[in-house]
């Protein structure tokens, strides 16, 4: 059974795949942004050269493997649009989303971390989780922590 669980702090928890919202710019310069770029600074060096390079798309979730034995296993930036001042598309989060989980499942991990993005109404991510993860019979994923970019 999937939980879905909303928390203030999202590094206080370790789930083994955090899900990072980025643009395609590769210029960041949120809270939450400097955190990751802390925490998980050659991830960053990745998601900065494929973006420099052209590599990544609005909609295609770039996963790097962070290799710790416990904890936090991936980090994923989920490019949601091109440019930061550009307004996110139903499709692209759709489409993000749907990849997103599927490399979950592929992967077979237990937990993740996704954020609450700005611009669907109130209660739509959660209702897509959910809807993603029906009928997923050999699914490992028991829980997804969900926590908001401007209070990181």
């Known amino acids: 059974m999937l939980e879905l669980i909303h928390v203030d702090d999202i590094f206080t928890v370790y789930p083994e795949v955090f899900v990072h919202p980025v643009n395609c710019v590769g210029v960041s310069k949120d809270i939450l942004s400097r955190q990751v770029k802390k925490s998980w600074p050659d991830y960053f060096r990745e998601y900065t050269r494929s973006c420099i390079r052209k ?70 991510l959660e209702k897509e989780i959910t809807r993603l993860c029906e009928g997923q019979l050999h699914s490992t994923l028991h829980t997804v922590y969900l926590f908001n970019t401007t209070a990181v």
């Open 55 to 124: 590599k990544l798309l609005p909609g295609e979730p770039l996963w790097h493997e962070v290799g710790e034995l416990f904890g936090t296993r991936f980090v994923v930036a989920l490019p949601l649009k091109n440019h930061w001042q550009e307004k996110m598309r139903p499709d692209v989060t759709r489409q993000a989303l749907g990849l997103l989980f599927e490399g979950i499942f592929e992967r077979q991990l237990g937990s993740a971390a996704v954020p609450v993005f700005e611009g669907p109404p109130p209660g739509w």
